[in-house]
């Protein structure tokens, strides 16, 4: 694709609820970013792909959070028993081949929990 | 403490001045990223370096991998400059870690 693609861009649940975000990285990209945007707050890493692997998931906020990347593509991250502190913007970015590199960022979903 | 650190917080400039954004951090690291977000919340990455300098059009960064310091220059600033600009590093390339700086918000006033 022309970029990277988020989907949803906005979502709103109950607490409780289990959220799915998606990532659709720009094609032959093989790295792949979660990030989180609190309301006014900084960037936060949350987690990295180099193809389906993620060496280290040290960097989720809590085991409520889980991401996977299949096919060395697509990649879904999962928020379990969502709670009020989860509402940020999820940001996604790719790059051709891992760190070091530029990164092309998607649009972001919002999220809010109620 | 905070790994990167930037300065100023915020900046509000008179159109055509010359800016700076000054970013220092604490760790080794294999690449500095500036990333601009603009009020919409879209992050477009303006510049990644490992040594030396980078331009592009009215954007000057550099950085001092010694001093562990880079800065961000704005020449001819224009009211659509104004977002948030982001320092960002990779420590040694790991990818098991990214930090950010908070950010320094700059707002050029025609």
């Known amino acids: 694709g022309a970029g990277v693609s988020q989907s949803p861009s906005n979502k709103v649940t109950e607490k409780g609820k289990d959220v799915e975000l998606r990532c659709d990285p720009i094609?032959?990209?093989?790295?792949l970013y979660w990030y989180r945007q609190s309301l006014g707050q900084g960037l936060e890493f949350l987690i990295y792909?180099?193809?389906?692997?993620?060496?280290?998931k040290s960097g989720l906020p809590s085991d409520r959070f889980s991401a996977e990347r299949t096919g060395g593509s697509v990649s879904t991250l999962t928020i379990q028993r969502t709670q009020q502190e989860d509402s940020a913007v999820y940001l996604c970015?790719?790059?051709?081949?891992?760190?070091?590199?530029?990164?092309?960022f998607g649009p972001g979903t919002r999220l809010l929990v109620l | 403490k905070n790994e990167v650190e930037q300065s100023p917080q915020n900046l509000t400039a008179q159109e055509g001045e010359f800016i700076t954004i000054n970013c220092s951090y604490s760790?080794?690291?294999?690449?500095l990223h500036w990333l601009q977000q603009h009020p919409g919340g879209g992050i477009v990455s303006l510049f990644m370096l490992s040594s030396g300098k980078k331009k592009h059009g009215r954007l000057i960064a550099t950085i001092n991998i010694q001093e562990k310091h880079s800065s961000l220059h704005i020449t001819a600033s224009h009211p659509r400059d104004s977002a948030v600009y982001i320092c960002?590093?990779?420590?040694w390339g790991t990818g098991n870690q990214f930090y950010f700086g908070t950010g320094t918000s700059l707002t050029v006033i025609p």
């Open positions: 792909f180099q193809g389906n692997s993620a060496p280290d």
């Open positions: 760790v080794g690291i294999s690449a």
């Open positions: 094609s032959g990209h093989t790295a």
């Open positions: 960002a590093v990779d420590p």
């Open positions: 970015a790719s790059s051709l081949a891992g760190v070091a590199e530029t990164q092309y």
